[in-house]
Nanobody
């Protein structure tokens, strides 16, 4: 059974940092796209950052120069380093992997995790 399990969320003050992890089990995702999404209360799930099949990275404008997506193939783990956090970054963060289609469409990914809460206080 394939699972994606996120961790690393929590409560942090504005300006602080967090590092999210997404551990994959049941199969490897080397060479496949992986991504982080987030969903704030009352809002749609949005793409935060993605690594494409070609290895390039994409970021939402709102997180450019603050967040960094990376992966460790040996550990089969995806990361999201989040710096200079703002209250508007508060959301549940989800990882996703595999599949085909638009990077920004959560349903196009073959596998999705259950999410980890990130809360940024002002």
């Amino acid at each position: 059974q394939v699972q994606l399990v996120e961790s690393g969320g929590g409560l942090v003050q504005a300006g602080g940092s967090l590092r999210l992890s997404c551990a994959a089990s049941g199969r490897t995702f080397g060479g496949e796209r992986m991504a982080w999404f987030r969903q704030a209360p009352g809002k749609q799930r949005e793409l935060v950052a993605a690594i494409t099949r070609a290895g390039t990275t994409n970021y939402a404008d709102s997180v450019k120069d603050r967040f960094t997506i990376s992966r460790d193939g040996a550990k089969n783990t995806l990361y999201l380093q989040m710096n200079s956090l703002k209250p508007e970054d508060t959301a549940v963060y989800y990882c996703a992997a595999g599949g085909f289609g638009y990077l920004s469409t959560p349903e196009s990914y073959g596998y999705r995790g259950q999410g980890t809460q990130v809360t940024v206080s002002s």
